[in-house]
């Protein structure tokens, strides 16, 4: 059978280039540390090319589709498991309480609570972690524009069919399917998303900085919120993880967004990367710092450091324009690595 990766709509994804990526890995790594995961798409095209993957992101919901497309090497939902999360009553829980007339209309607010109780039936982690996000594809594609920093009159003039149809000349009908629809249209693709590459993967969930001196791997691929673009990821998937926790949550605290600090930002991540061979970060040309001040940075703390380019062509969602774009692969060595593993070596009792 053939896998293939689940439309997850994920703002910054690298799914287009993702091969490109992992043709740009040295040949002799086994195992990558994907630190900022995301939407999973370079930890997945790892995967598929048999290496050890590690994905760790901030956000609950992108390290809930690391469990269910990196660690998760087997388990799918059956029949039983997807009749049970659509049966029941809706009823007024967290949803409902705090984002009726806010994101969705009551009613569905009321379903989303109903399917978030019935989660908590499944038999496993990785069955509750295919299930959010499904979950998140359904609410997503429910939502004008993708993401949840939308004010309450747009989302409703926008859902307006007949408006959008007049305005945009489509309808946009899939703002107005059920949840259960969506999750029922999207649960087979999802399933068979699901592959074994014989691997332990590992899905974290943590600020990278509390987590980098912990990690080893033969590479790090770094794809960080590009500073100067629309890269708030809390508001924008920070909705998910109030569904999962149903309790409200704290903004990412080393989120990338301040121009002020971002370059300081790279310096903490590039001075504290010992643990890892081969350093690999995504970037590109209308972000800060530029490509000059990241080479500076990287040459300051690494080796061999060079940088490749392609042309990245992506859609903004909810906008008609493409914009191009110039996506840079910076690809360093870390100088200290050899003498780290001989200082291990000569520690060890082995
Ligand atoms: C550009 S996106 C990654 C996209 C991903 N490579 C993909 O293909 O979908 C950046 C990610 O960094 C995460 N992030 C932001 N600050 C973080 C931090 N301090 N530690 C870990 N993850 C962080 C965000 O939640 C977001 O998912």
Known sequence: MIHKFPTINFIGNKEKIAPWICDNFPKEANTIFDAFSGGCSVSYEAKQRGYTVISNDVLKINSTISKYLIENNSEILDFDDIKMIVTGEPFEGYMTENYADKFFFKNECMELDLYRKNIGKLSSDYKKSIVFALLRRAMIRKMPYSRFNINWDKIVQLRDENYSYEKYKRKRAYHNKSFKTHFLDNVLEYNNAVFDNK???????????????????????????????????????????????????????????????????????????????????????????????????????????????????????????????????????????????????ESAEL
């Open 199 to 345: 691997k332990a993967n590992i899905s974290l969930n943590c600020d990278v900085f509390d987590l980098i001196k912990n990690i080893k791997a033969d590479i790090i691929y770094l794809d960080p919120p590009y500073t100067g673009t629309m890269n708030n990821y809390f508001e924008f998937y920070g909705l998910f993880d109030e569904y999962i926790t149903s309790e409200k949550q704290s903004p990412i605290e080393n989120d990338f967004i301040n121009k002020k600090t971002s370059y300081q930002l790279f310096e903490n991540l590039f001075s504290n990367l010992q643990n890892f061979k081969y350093w690999i970060l995504s970037y590109n040309n209308s972000s800060i710092p530029n490509k000059e001040q990241l080479l500076d940075l990287l040459n300051k703390y690494a080796k061999d450091v060079h940088v490749i380019e392609r042309k990245h062509d992506y859609k903004i969602t909810g906008r008609d324009n493409k914009e191009t774009n110039k996506e840079y692969l910076f690809i360093a060595k870390n100088p200290s690595f050899e003498s780290t593993l001989i200082k291990q070596y």
